[in-house]
């Protein structure tokens, strides 16, 4: 959308940035981007994803940025934790497949995860030592997560979407005997590296048309499309806003299904939907 021919920083640029993104991000713009966030010569960069090679941009994505002349490839870089959430919002109970015979709930029921729990695609999971101690099952859930593009309250289903940056692979790790005789989750859903995201944050996708896997050690373990949540995006989107306010860089995610495999040290998960990659993590006792 920008005409090389004007100035880089006069208010013409500035106004097609915020159109494309108010508008065209609202469906009717079919270009996907592939965004990264990652760390080379000791640097922390966002950076847009193209084949092999990755091109550094000025900000995040989520803010107004310069694509620079600056490119790695992949190989080159660590990819971290796609973005740094102010907060974590996750959905409970919603896929059929995860309900194990329980009624499903009537509107979307949200639950918090720290921030200092989230870790990127290949950094260790690490099970608490009282998790070890104790013999508690620890499980990871396979779940479609969004990244918010701007800030969103009191959002109409209609519009949700246009408030979405993108979306990213997520694994909320649970340990379930916490999660169940505890009083708060606050230990089997938020323990330290209980929450990957990753690789990438891709935009313009249809997040009612994705193929969610979840694997242990290559053994598929969770494997649903993203149409049988019961609460869509769009749902979650309106219910979450009428009450907090979702800041650009926030984290939704939005349920898993099935009943996943115990973990142990040793395993490897991974979290796939092809059209963002594969989030994979290794599972390792805390020392």
Request: with cysteine; hydrophobic share 35%; charged share 25%.
């Amino acid at each position: 959308m920008k005409n090389a021919l004007w100035p880089k920083n006069c208010e013409w640029d500035k106004l097609l940035r915020t159109v494309e993104f108010d508008i065209l991000r609202g469906g009717h713009h079919t270009k996907m981007t592939k965004y990264a966030r990652y760390e080379a010569h000791g640097e922390i960069a966002y950076g847009i994803v193209e084949g092999d090679q990755v091109t550094q941009i000025t900000a995040a994505p989520y803010e107004d940025y310069e694509v620079t002349d600056h490119a790695h490839s992949l190989n080159e870089v660590k990819i971290l934790a796609p973005v740094v959430p102010n907060k974590v919002v996750a959905i409970g109970l919603n896929y059929r497949s995860h309900l194990g015979g329980r009624e499903g709930p009537k509107v979307p029921e949200p639950f918090f995860k720290t921030t200092s729990s989230v870790i990127g695609t290949g950094e260790n999971v690490i099970i608490p030592k009282d998790a070890i101690t104790e013999g508690v099952s620890v499980q990871p859930e396979a779940e479609l997560s969004l990244v918010i593009g701007k800030t969103a309250k009191h959002v109409s289903k209609e519009d949700a979407l246009g408030y979405i940056l993108g979306y990213t692979c997520g694994n909320d790790m649970s340990a379930r005997d916490w999660q169940a005789n505890d009083l708060q989750w606050w230990r089997a859903k938020s323990s330290d590296t209980f929450t990957p995201l990753g690789p990438y944050i891709v935009t313009d996708l249809d997040p009612s048309a994705l193929r969610l896997i979840g694997r242990i050690n290559g053994k598929v373990v969770q494997e649903q499309v993203t149409s049988d949540l019961l609460h869509d995006v769009p749902t979650i989107m309106e219910f979450v806003t009428r009450v907090m306010t979702l800041n650009p860089g926030d984290v939704v995610m939005t349920g898993t299904p099935g009943r996943p495999d115990n973990v142990k040290e040793g395993d490897v998960m991974e979290v796939e939907i092809a059209e963002i990659g594969t989030l994979s993590n290794p599972v390792v006792n805390e020392s």
